[in-house]
């Protein structure tokens, strides 16, 4: 199962691992908008970070990112010594020893100044969230005195967002872009259509 923390807003990982633990699944969480995003678990009654509740998780460090590089990063982050071991082989050709491929792998390894950038920033990154977070309260009261309530993106009690996107819903969407974009307010639509996968085959 892989769980994603879309926008920077948690998932509801109780339910989800405890339909994982139901089913004999594998959970890996794709916290790639996630940076410093917090989950209360009912069942352990304790705040856990984005990433830190299934077998494995995924983050981006892609520039636009909360937590961003200057280039294209990322990381995998796991308790798994095994899991670890192969990530480590797959970003480096697939091998453990030098010139030893033991399976087919990439070329994915983070450079030492793209690690040193964000070693930096992430010193700064709890202090970005919660400016974050600050601004998207004000989002929601400024809605909510407009009439327009029903606009701001919905965070439950169990979850503490990083607000990676400030993601609106409404019901004429097309026509709020418009109206914006007269105002030379800036927006944008993020995946405008579903993932697709061709199953076309040569020849």
């Not at 670890?84 to 087919?104: C, F, N, P, V």
Request: charged share 25%.
């Amino acid at each position: 199962m892989v769980p994603v923390h879309l926008y920077g807003q948690p998932a509801d990982m109780d339910q989800i691992l405890g339909v994982a633990a139901r089913y004999n699944l594998l959970v890996i969480e794709d916290a790639c908008q996630a940076h410093g995003a917090e989950y209360f678990s009912r069942r352990e009654q304790r705040w856990r970070k984005a990433g830190s509740m299934g077998k494995a998780a995924a983050f981006s460090f892609y520039p636009g990112k909360n937590l961003g590089a200057c280039g294209e990063a990322g990381a995998v982050t796991t308790d798994d010594a095994e899991i670890a071991s192969t990530i480590r082989m797959l970003r480096d050709h697939g091998q453990a020893k030098k010139y030893y491929h033991d399976i087919e792998g990439y070329n994915g390894r983070l450079d030492a100044i793209q690690a040193g950038i964000l070693s930096v920033k992430l010193k700064r990154l709890p202090e970005w969230n919660a400016k974050r977070r600050e601004a998207a309260v004000r989002y929601r009261v400024l809605f909510a005195e407009a009439g327009l309530g029903e606009l701001a993106p919905f965070e439950p009690e169990w979850a503490k967002g990083n607000y990676h996107l400030y993601v609106i819903r409404a019901a004429n969407r097309d026509g709020l872009l418009r109206h914006l974009s007269d105002q030379n307010v800036g927006t944008g639509v993020h995946y405008p259509c579903l993932c697709t996968y061709s199953t076309r085959t040569a020849g």
